[in-house]
T-cell receptor, first 111, second 114 residues
Framework: GQQVMQIPQYQHVQEGEDFTTYCNSS?????IQWYKQRPGGHPVFLIQ???SGEVKKQKRLTFQFGEAKKNSSLHITATQTTDVGTYFC???????????WGAGTKLIIKP | ETGVTQTPRHLVMGMTNKKSLKCEQH?????MYWYKQSAKKPLELMFV???????ENNSVPSRFSPECPNSSHLFLHLHTLQPEDSALYLC?????????????FGSGTQLSVL
C-alpha cells in the first residue's frame, strides 16, 4: 500500500541550531499536512501544502512541497525550547479519502 | 483546548474487562475519527464517521466497537483486549466538506491492557 517515509526518526540539536525533517512518498500526493505533537500532548495541525513546488512560512518554520508532489520538508531556523516535540507529515494519496501518516521526527534540544 | 474532549485520560484494564472511551467535539464538525498511536509508528486510522455514518473501518479487530450517536459524540467500546492493544487512542474531528484534512485532536486516552 501507499506509504509515507519520514526521516530522521530523531534529531538532537543545540538550541539555536536549525532542524529539518523530510517526508517521501512512494506515489504522488494530492496534498500534504504537517502536525506537531508536544511531549505528552496530541497532534496539532500546522499547515497544508497543495501546489507543486509550494513554499510556505510560519515565522521560523518553512514548509516545502516538492515539484513532483512526492516529497515535502519542514525546516526550523534557530530552534528554541518551545520547538521540542514530534513533527508528523500526513498526505492524501490516490484513494483521496484517508490521510497517510509518516512515523514522525522527534526534535530534541540538547541541554 | 482544541474543542475536542476525551475521557478518560488514562485507563488500565484487564483482558476480560469491558470499558468505553468517550469523545465529544464542540466545533460543529461533521466528521469524527478514532486513531491508535503506538510508539515509533505512524498514526493508525481505526474508524471514520461522517454525518454519523461509518465510512471507514480499517480492518480493526471486533474487540473494538465504535458508536456515533450524533455528530458531536463518539465512543469506542472495548472488550477482551490484548496487551498489544496498549497505546494512546486519539479522537479527532474535522469539517468534511471544507477542510477535511485539518484534524482537531483530543488529548487522548492512554490505555494499558494487563
Amino acid at each position: 500500500g501507499q506509504q509515507v517515509m519520514q526521516i530522521p526518526q530523531y534529531q538532537h540539536v543545540q538550541e539555536g541550531e536549525d532542524f529539518t525533517t523530510y517526508c517521501n512518498s512512494s506515489t504522488t500526493l494530492s496534498n500534504i499536512q504537517w502536525y506537531k505533537q508536544r511531549p505528552g500532548g496530541h497532534p496539532v495541525f500546522l499547515i497544508q501544502l497543495v501546489k507543486s513546488g509550494e513554499v510556505k512560512k510560519q515565522k521560523r518554520l518553512t514548509f516545502q512541497f516538492g515539484e513532483a508532489k512526492k516529497n515535502s520538508s519542514l525546516h526550523i531556523t534557530a530552534t528554541q525550547t518551545t520547538d521540542v516535540g514530534t513533527y508528523f507529515c500526513a498526505g492524501i494519496g490516490d484513494s483521496n479519502y484517508q490521510l497517510i501518516w509518516g512515523a514522525g521526527t522527534k526534535l530534541i534540544i540538547k541541554p | 483546548e482544541t474543542g475536542v474532549t476525551q475521557t478518560p485520560r488514562h485507563l488500565v484494564m484487564g483482558m476480560t474487562n469491558k470499558k468505553s472511551l468517550k469523545c465529544e467535539q464542540h466545533l460543529g464538525h461533521n466528521a469524527m475519527y478514532w486513531y491508535k498511536q503506538s510508539a515509533k509508528k505512524p498514526l493508525e486510522l481505526m474508524f471514520v464517521y461522517s454525518l454519523e455514518e461509518r465510512v471507514e473501518n480499517n480492518s480493526v479487530p471486533s474487540r473494538f466497537s465504535p458508536e456515533c450517536p450524533n455528530s458531536s459524540h463518539l465512543f469506542l467500546h472495548l472488550h477482551t483486549l490484548q496487551p498489544e492493544d496498549s497505546a494512546l487512542y486519539l479522537c479527532a474531528s474535522s469539517q468534511r466538506e471544507y477542510d477535511p484534512w485539518k484534524l482537531f485532536f483530543g488529548s487522548g486516552t492512554q490505555l494499558s491492557v494487563l
